[in-house]
């Protein structure tokens, strides 16, 4: 009697370990099956006097839920997050930057527009549409500093963008571990890169040239 009771037990403890690794799985699938509902239609990387600056089009739309959430007032925080990487068969990739923009969308009812801001910078728009327009298209994001060093070889880089749902006030940050409506993501959008090797011959050569023709 003893064997089975103690059997039973096991059993009884088995039964609680199983639901809780489905209720765990249930949970760390649910983000990652939405990670398409943002797309990365497009994006670019350019060299300028100031660094290396990015250029990217997202399509997106914001469900009832969210829509709803910041006409009464939520703001919405969007984060666009871009890597650079430099892969090393002898050692660890090298990571050569590794930058964060972040975005508010809001609504404010005095003036009844919707503004979106990034960092001291803002703008009012009418309509949600207008707003969503601008934050769909991310222009001339600085992701690598003037005077940082980039080898002669490829990159990888990658770029995303999502919804930051801890930022989020606390009900909706509880309410998206479970709602899929709360979840907005795009995968990684990966593609290669080549810094351009310096010239400072070109430079010196341009140079020159100015002082003969004086």
Not at 66 to 77: M, W
Request: hydrophobic letters at 50%; a neutral charge; glycine letters at 2%.
């Amino acid at each position: 009697m003893r064997g089975f009771a103690l059997l039973k037990k096991l059993y009884a403890a088995l039964a609680q370990l199983w639901t809780a690794l489905a209720l765990c799985a249930m949970f760390a699938a649910a983000p990652s099956a939405h990670a398409d509902d943002i797309e990365v239609l497009d994006v670019r990387l350019a060299t300028t006097e100031d660094g290396v600056v990015l250029a990217a089009d997202f399509a997106f739309e914001l469900n009832p839920r969210l829509a709803e959430a910041v006409t009464n007032g939520v703001p919405l925080y969007f984060a666009v997050e871009f890597e650079l990487t430099r892969p090393r068969w002898y050692w660890f990739d090298e990571k050569a930057a590794a930058k964060r923009l972040q975005l508010r969308l809001s609504y404010h009812a005095l003036s009844r527009h919707y503004r979106l801001s990034t960092g001291v910078l803002q703008q009012n728009y009418a309509t949600l549409e207008e707003a969503l327009n601008v934050l769909r298209r991310v222009r001339n994001w600085q992701v690598v500093e003037r005077g940082a060093t980039l080898a002669d070889a490829s990159y990888d880089a990658a770029v995303r963008m999502r919804l930051d749902v801890t930022l989020l006030p606390k009900p909706f940050q509880l309410s998206a571990i479970t709602s899929r409506d709360l979840n907005l993501e795009s995968a990684w959008k990966r593609f290669a890169f080549r810094a351009p090797a310096s010239s400072p011959a070109a430079v010196e050569s341009r140079e020159t040239k100015e002082a003969e023709s004086r």
